[in-house]
């Protein structure tokens, strides 16, 4: 119930998504699409884990495989939609490479975090230390490379590239504090409330990047017209 529930809402910021996209993002469609797929990608993967598709058992609980092959997806576009949004008319100070580190530091964050919890002794360890740091340099490229280059730009663009960059700053360590607490490592709470934890951040988090973007206006802005003064010629 719990999935179709993460499913049912995935698709309807698909729909969303889909909708107000074609109306206010017409200038710049590549950060409509990958908005878009964020929810296409995590609808299917709810589907999959209420279907039990990719559902493994270890240690007397089930780790549901489909959600990490939707986040290896969703953190890489993330990625992109705030490398796209950092750049500049003039492309800003960030390049091509860093998009690149900052992807494979995401989609190395998502697979050290399976690993930690799939692999068994010392591996897991190793796992989860490789997972932080992932994550770390993941935070610093998107925050502190990416936010420096926002600079050059307009205030609106700069207020939205500072929410956006909190809402990664605060809940993306958030789902590795829950996987940290969960049942493959403190054991602080049951499968059941850290699937739903999960689920309602996966909600939270996609619902608050698309409508961040959704009500910002892409339009460019107008330079106030300045007053010329007429001079007066005097007649002798």
């Given at each position: 119930?719990?999935?179709?529930f993460?499913?049912?809402?995935?698709?309807?910021?698909?729909?969303l998504?889909?909708?107000?996209?074609?109306?206010?993002?017409?200038?710049?469609?590549?950060i409509?699409?990958?908005?878009?797929?964020?929810?296409?990608?995590?609808?299917?993967a709810?589907?999959?884990?209420?279907?039990?598709?990719?559902?493994i058992?270890?240690?007397?609980?089930?780790?549901y495989?489909?959600?990490?092959?939707?986040?290896?997806?969703?953190?890489?576009?993330?990625?992109?939609?705030?490398?796209?949004?950092?750049?500049?008319?003039?492309?800003?100070?960030?390049t091509?490479?860093?998009l690149?580190?900052?992807?494979?530091t995401?989609?190395m964050?998502?697979?050290?975090?399976a690993?930690?919890?799939?692999?068994?002794?010392?591996?897991?360890?190793?796992?989860?230390?490789?997972?932080?740091i992932?994550?770390?340099?993941?935070?610093?490229?998107?925050?502190?490379?990416?936010?420096?280059?926002?600079?050059g730009?307009?205030q609106?663009?700069?207020?939205?590239?500072?929410?956006?960059?909190?809402?990664?700053?605060v809940?993306?360590p958030?789902?590795f504090a829950?996987?940290?607490?969960?049942?493959?490592?403190v054991g602080?709470?049951?499968?059941?409330?850290?699937?739903?934890a999960?689920?309602?951040?996966?909600?939270?988090?996609?619902g608050?990047?698309?409508?961040?973007?959704?009500?910002?206006?892409?339009?460019?802005?107008?330079?106030?017209?300045?007053?010329?003064?007429?001079?007066k010629i005097?007649?002798?």
């Amino acid at each position: 119930m719990l999935f179709w529930f993460g499913s049912f809402f995935m698709m309807v910021f698909t729909g969303l998504f889909l909708y107000y996209g074609s109306r206010h993002l017409q200038n710049v469609r590549y950060i409509h699409y990958a908005l878009t797929f964020m929810p296409l990608i995590m609808a299917g993967a709810y589907l999959a884990m209420s279907n039990g598709v990719w559902a493994i058992k270890t240690d007397g609980y089930w780790f549901y495989l489909a959600r990490y092959v939707g986040w290896v997806f969703v953190l890489p576009l993330m990625a992109f939609i705030l490398f796209a949004l950092s750049r500049d008319a003039k492309g800003g100070i960030v390049t091509t490479k860093e998009l690149v580190y900052a992807v494979a530091t995401g989609m190395m964050t998502v697979v050290f975090g399976a690993l930690s919890i799939l692999s068994y002794s010392d591996g897991r360890i190793w796992a989860l230390c490789m997972g932080a740091i992932s994550l770390i340099l993941f935070l610093y490229i998107v925050m502190l490379r990416y936010g420096a280059s926002v600079k050059g730009q307009s205030q609106s663009m700069i207020s939205l590239y500072t929410r956006l960059s909190m809402v990664v700053g605060v809940l993306f360590p958030g789902y590795f504090a829950l996987t940290v607490l969960g049942e493959a490592w403190v054991g602080m709470y049951s499968v059941v409330t850290e699937n739903f934890a999960l689920t309602l951040l996966d909600i939270t988090t996609i619902g608050l990047v698309g409508y961040l973007v959704y009500t910002h206006s892409f339009e460019p802005e107008k330079k106030p017209k300045q007053k010329t003064k007429s001079k007066k010629i005097k007649s002798l």
